[in-house]
């Protein structure tokens, strides 16, 4: 990589806004059911990436996209029916992030504690 010339152009300023950013746009929230997480990411239609996480019993949660990733991909008109290339391929990254799909939702079962790498790798 070249050097720079610009001194508010290097790698600690990089960091620190990144951070500032994220942390800006995370925000855990608690519901009736368990925790709404929003997360530094963004959805093609500009809408914030929000999980839910839910207690299933004491050693193991839930998280779900709350239908909002099925839903995203039909609104652009993707053929998500039955024995579609476009299902097929869904069902392939499910299986491959070991998620679930239930109706319009996508779901992982996490075992207690949470990890980070664990949780939120979709």
Known sequence: ?????????????CEE??????????CVKET????LVA???LYPNAIQVVVSINEVNSANVIISDNGEVISALEGYGLDLGAKTINRDFLDEKIKAFE???CGM???KTIKLPLDG????VW
């Open 99 to 101: 998620m679930e799909r």
């Open 17 to 26: 806004t990144l951070k500032r950013f994220w942390s800006e746009q995370f």
């Open 117 to 120: 790498i664990d949780s939120f």
């Open 1 to 13: 990589m070249t050097k720079t010339n610009l001194s508010y152009l290097n790698a600690k300023s």
């Open 39 to 41: 997360l530094p990411l």
């Open 105 to 107: 939702e996508l779901r």
């Open 32 to 35: 009736d059911k368990g925790l």
